[in-house]
C-alpha cells in the first residue's frame, strides 16, 4: 500500500496502483480533533483540526471500496488512541528530551521565540499515552498527516491500495479574533484530563447587546498573546497566581494533580498562564473572560463571552 497524494478540493484521483476494478472513496469531516503541539519557536500550543480521508481501492461484491459506517469507526478510533486531546512532539529535535518517569512518562522542552533573549523551559510528567511523538526535527501539518497516514493504513484490509489522510484549518477570518490555548481538566474521566491538550478557537464578546471586536481582539492578544495555557488555582503545586489573570513573570511555575489515568505535572513560564478560579472545562473559561470584561470596561451592561472549545463548540458566559 502507498500514500495516496490527493488534492483534498478535487475528487479526480489517479493511482499508479489503481485498477479497472477499483475506485477511490472519500470522507470529508470525519472528525475534528483537539491537540497540542511543541514548537521550539513558540513553545507548546493549541490545535483543531477538521480530518480528512481519501481510499483507493478494490471494489468488493457490493461495489464499495470500504462501508462508510465500519470506515468512520476505524478512523475516530485510531485518531482518539494517536493524534486527539494528545501532545505532539517532533522526537528529533534538539530541544526535546525525554526519559522514564516512575508513573509514565517525563519530557523536558526547550523553546526561544525569535527576538527573545531568554529560552523558555518546559517540563511535563504524564502517564504514557498524553504525548504522540513523531520522528521529525520540526512538526508541519504534513509531517504529522504521514505519520497518522501510516498507523492508519496498517489497520485497513490489502485491498485498500492507497490512502491520503489531510488535516485541515478551520476557516477563520483575518478580521476574527481568535486564539491557541491548551488546559486539562482535573475532574474529567476522559482525555480531556491530559494536561496539554488544547484548541485553536475563535471568540466573541457583547456588551449589552453591541457586540465588541475590539475586546474580542484585546482577549486574543493581549491577554493570551494568541498562545496561552489556562490552570485553575488548584492546581498550583508551586508559585503563586491570581484568578483572572496570567502570570506577572516568565518565573516558572508548577501545574499538577491526579485523574483517573495517573498522575500529571507540568512546569512552565507563568506568564504563559492564564488562571481562572475553578475547572478549566470552557464553561468555567468564558464566565472567567466575561468577568474581565466586565472588571477592565468598568460598565454596569450585562457582559456575555461566547468562548469556542476549538472548532463548532464552546460556551457562553455571563457576567
Known amino acids: 500500500?502507498?500514500?495516496?497524494?490527493?488534492?483534498?478540493?478535487?475528487?479526480?484521483?489517479?493511482?499508479?496502483?489503481?485498477?479497472?476494478?477499483?475506485?477511490?472513496?472519500?470522507?470529508?469531516?470525519?472528525?475534528?480533533?483537539?491537540?497540542?503541539?511543541?514548537?521550539?519557536?513558540?513553545?507548546?500550543?493549541?490545535?483543531?483540526?477538521?480530518?480528512?480521508?481519501?481510499?483507493?481501492?478494490?471494489?468488493?461484491?457490493?461495489?464499495?471500496?470500504?462501508?462508510?459506517?465500519?470506515?468512520?469507526?476505524?478512523?475516530?478510533?485510531?485518531?482518539?488512541?494517536?493524534?486527539?486531546?494528545?501532545?505532539?512532539?517532533?522526537?528529533?529535535?534538539?530541544?526535546?528530551?525525554?526519559?522514564?518517569?516512575?508513573?509514565?512518562?517525563?519530557?523536558?522542552?526547550?523553546?526561544?521565540?525569535?527576538?527573545?533573549?531568554?529560552?523558555?523551559?518546559?517540563?511535563?510528567?504524564?502517564?504514557?499515552?498524553?504525548?504522540?511523538?513523531?520522528?521529525?526535527?520540526?512538526?508541519?501539518?504534513?509531517v504529522i498527516e504521514a505519520e497518522f497516514c501510516r498507523i492508519l493504513r496498517h489497520r485497513l484490509p490489502s485491498t485498500v491500495l492507497a490512502l491520503a489522510v489531510k488535516l485541515r484549518d478551520e476557516q477563520i477570518a483575518t478580521t476574527e479574533a481568535s486564539y491557541k490555548y491548551t488546559h486539562g481538566i482535573q475532574g474529567h474521566n476522559g482525555l480531556c484530563q491530559r494536561l496539554f491538550h488544547g484548541h485553536r478557537s475563535r471568540i466573541e464578546v457583547y456588551v449589552g447587546e453591541e457586540r465588541r471586536p475590539d475586546l474580542e481582539h484585546y482577549i486574543a492578544r493581549e491577554i493570551f498573546k494568541s498562545n496561552v495555557h489556562i490552570a485553575s488555582l488548584s492546581q498550583i503545586k508551586s508559585g503563586s497566581a491570581k484568578s483572572g489573570y496570567c502570570g506577572s513573570n516568565d518565573e516558572p511555575i508548577t501545574l499538577a494533580y491526579a485523574g483517573t489515568l495517573g498522575q500529571y505535572e507540568a512546569t512552565l513560564p507563568a506568564n504563559r498562564v492564564f488562571f481562572v478560579a475553578s475547572e478549566t472545562s470552557v464553561e468555567a473559561i468564558a464566565t472567567e473572560l466575561a468577568n474581565v470584561i466586565k472588571r477592565e470596561e468598568k460598565t454596569n451592561d450585562i457582559v456575555k463571552v461566547v468562548a469556542y472549545e476549538g472548532i463548532d463548540k464552546g460556551a457562553v458566559g455571563i457576567a
Open 1 to 142: 500500500m502507498t500514500d495516496l497524494q490527493i488534492p483534498i478540493e478535487d475528487a479526480t484521483v489517479t493511482s499508479s496502483e489503481a485498477t479497472p476494478n477499483s475506485s477511490t472513496l472519500f470522507v470529508r469531516d470525519v472528525g475534528k480533533i483537539d491537540c497540542a503541539i511543541f514548537d521550539p519557536s513558540q513553545g507548546i500550543m493549541g490545535q483543531s483540526w477538521y480530518v480528512d480521508v481519501w481510499l483507493t481501492g478494490i471494489l468488493d461484491e457490493n461495489g464499495f471500496v470500504f462501508d462508510f459506517s465500519p470506515l468512520k469507526s476505524l478512523i475516530k478510533q485510531t485518531l482518539a488512541s494517536t493524534l486527539d486531546h494528545s501532545l505532539i512532539i517532533p522526537v528529533q529535535s534538539q530541544s526535546v528530551q525525554y526519559s522514564e518517569w516512575e508513573s509514565g512518562e517525563k519530557w523536558i522542552l526547550k523553546s526561544k521565540a525569535r527576538g527573545e533573549s531568554k529560552e523558555s523551559k518546559w517540563e511535563y510528567f504524564c502517564p504514557k499515552g498524553s504525548v504522540f511523538p513523531v520522528h521529525a526535527v520540526a512538526l508541519k501539518t504534513g
